[in-house]
Structure formats: C-alpha cells, structure tokens
C-alpha cells in the first residue's frame, strides 16, 4: 500500500480510493453519516458502518459465486480423484489465507486511519466452518436421484451467485462519466473553483469559467486583490482545460473518498454543463498516489490558475498575511 518515503503506491491508492468509493455509496443508500462531529466536513472516514458493510459484502460476494463455482467443479471426476482427498485441508486453510492475503492489502490502520475495520476479524473467526463446509464442496458421488429440494436450492444458489456479482460490480466499479470535450452545448458550460481556507494563511478566493470564454474572479482572504476581476479565454485555451477535467473523468470521481489532511488547504470545482452539475472537492496537497485520480484531478485544478494567471492576483508578501 505504501511506497518507502511512505507516500501512496499507485496500487494501493487505487484500491484505498476504490474502497472508499464503494462505502460512501453504501452510506449515501443507507442515509448514514459520520458519528463524528470533527469529520462532518472531511471526506472518507464517514460512517464505520459503510466500510464495515463495504468490506463484508465484498468478501460474500465473492464467496458465493466461488462457492457455486465449487459446488460445479466437485461434479466432475477429475475433481474427485485429485483433490477429493485433500478438500478438506485446502478448506480449512483457505479462509485464513484470502484473510491474511486481504489484510496485506491494508484492512487494519493503514487503509481505515481514523477506526479500525471489526468485520475481518469476525470474518476471520469463521474460518473453522470451512471444514465442515469442505463436506458441501466436495462430495466423493454425486447424488444419483437429486431430490426436488436439490434442484431448488441448486437454482437459487446460482440465481445468488449471479446477484453477487451484480453488487460487486455496482460496489467496486466508478460511476458514469460526461465527457465535457464533447458536451452537446459548450455555451452552457460553467466551472467554478475555489481555493478554501487552512489552519493558517492560505488564499482564499475563487474563479469561475463560462463557456463563451468569460472569466471572473474573486478573492476573499490572504490575496494581494481582492477583485472583483474579469477576463476572457480563448477557445484553445478553453479546450485545453476541459481535456485536462476529461482526463481526471471528473464527472465520474467521488471526492468523499479522497485522501485529506486536517490543517491543508483544499480546492472545490463544481461543473455545470449539458443539465449536469458535479461538484468535487480534494485537499490540494494530500493526494494520495502521483497518477491517481485525485491528483489528476488537483493538476486540473491547477491548470484553470495557470491558464488564467490568478497568480497575479493571488500571490502577495507578508503585507496580506496576518
């Protein structure tokens, strides 16, 4: 999960975003929040009840369709005579393996920072009943004359593996992108950024696009100008930053599953276009992996300063700070 210098590997970002992603979305269906006043603003620690379910569904999900795909497998022969004899020791000892495997990946402090995850350890505790379930997996002779149970409970364990599959996917996977590169009406666009406060004395100010080329800025706090200020890009330049928002498929991102830090500046882009509105929202200097999509997306925001200058506005000495 982790590089040496202690930053984020792409791999494990990734999965920390992915996970994340998939325990707002439970959290937004079960109306939860966090149970921590100081996280209300913050994005990932949310409720522990969305991670905890994130990752017990995950770990069901993919347990039933295994389990239906053994339950086929111990029909056949080969299956039989090569491990008929050891199903019971490959049992007993997978469970602990995917477990310890998982817990690799980061089920404890280095993926939850703020709580530990209860539902491995529970899971974990279950490993003893893949013995006795070593006897469903894999049976010396098939039944010669399945009973009409049989055939029904045998239908609903594949009807279950096939929803299994569906939650995984609807758990784990990003959500519908909008390419803004080509919107229907470009003249309807609008992108706001904000720059927002820290614990110290970061400018505070913001800066909104038009998709006739207009732009106008406003500063509020720890800027040389306060403005107002208004300005107009070209349609290259217009072009060039939509491709740069396209590239961190920004209408697909889920912000509240970000990497944060407590006293950092953060940026706030919100993006209207075609009937469509997305607001995200990224600490500026926590980003987690150096290609991921926080950060693509916090080089974005970058890119709106640098194509309309606000340094100019923006930057100031000591004779603004506090």
Known sequence: MLNNDGSFSDEGYNFYYAF??????????????SSNPSFGPLP??????????????????????????????????????????????LTLFAV????LYGNSYGFHLALIPFYD????????????LSLLLSLLFWKVLPDPQPTQIDTWLKRLLFVSSGASLLLLVA??????????VRAKHPEMLTIKMTRERCRGSCPVYSVTVRGDGSVEYVGEQFVLDR???????????????????????????????????????????SISIDGRTKEVSSD??????KSGLQEVFVRAAAE????????????CDVSCRP
């Open 284 to 289: 500026a200097y926590y980003v987690g992996a």
């Open 96 to 99: 602990p393996f995917f477990y």
């Open 44 to 89: 990932n620690p949310g409720s522990q009840v969305g991670s905890e379910f994130m990752f017990t569904l995950s770990i069901l999900c993919l347990a039933i369709p295994l389990y239906a795909t053994l339950r086929l497998v111990s029909r056949m022969r080969v299956s039989q005579l090569i491990l008929g004899r050891f199903a019971c020791l």
């Open 20 to 33: 994340f992603r998939g325990a707002v979305r439970v959290n937004d269906l079960l109306h939860l929040h």
């Open 227 to 269: 403005g107002p200020h208004m300005e107009s890009l070209s349609k290259d330049q217009l072009q060039t930053l939509l491709q740069k928002f396209d590239d961190a498929d920004f209408f697909a991102l889920e912000g509240r599953a970000f990497a944060w830090g407590w006293d950092t500046p953060r940026v706030r882009v």
């Open 117 to 128: 995850l209860y539902s491995p350890w529970l899971l974990f505790l279950t490993y003893p």
């Open 304 to 315: 709106l300063d640098k194509v309309v200058a606000s340094d100019r506005w923006v930057k």
């Open 171 to 180: 758990l784990w996977l990003p959500g519908r992108g909008y390419s803004l």
